[in-house]
């Protein structure tokens, strides 16, 4: 099951890195969009965060390393989740912050880059020592 995980985190934020590298003013005007919706924009953009990020913890429990770092990242994901539905007025607030800087699209897309990178690295471990 955690094979099945680490390819699904690899695929996932990496394809995601890439676009909000690639296309930061389209992802500033995904927020944009969302912020208008209100409090259902910020369930939306919670929604976005807990759903793969409960399904990655339920499939990938390790804390052992290198493993862990993606346990620990799709655990963060969960408190971004959870934050955006019991607090979503202070999520609306981030979500307009980041609707005016395409930039820090930019930055979260390397952060992800980086986590699908490291994916790739467990799975590349993980062939070469069983």
Known sequence: MEEAVE??????ALAVGASHVARPPDWAEAFRQLHRCGRPGAFANGLL?????????AGHGSWA??????????WLMVA???GCL?????ALRSMA???ESPRAFV???MASLIVGGWACYCLWLRTHTN
Do not use: E, Q
């Not at 390819?7 to 996932?12: E, K």
């Not at 965060?49 to 913890?57: E, T």
């Not at 390393?65 to 799709?74: C, N, R, S």
């Open 7 to 12: 390819w699904y985190f690899a695929i996932t």
């Open 49 to 57: 965060s807990l759903i793969p990020g409960a399904a990655l913890v």
């Open 65 to 74: 390393w290198p493993g862990a770092v993606l346990t620990g990242f799709a």
């Open 80 to 82: 971004k989740g959870i």
């Open 86 to 90: 019991v607090m979503p007025d202070k």
């Open 97 to 99: 912050r980041g609707a």
């Open 107 to 109: 930055a979260a897309g």
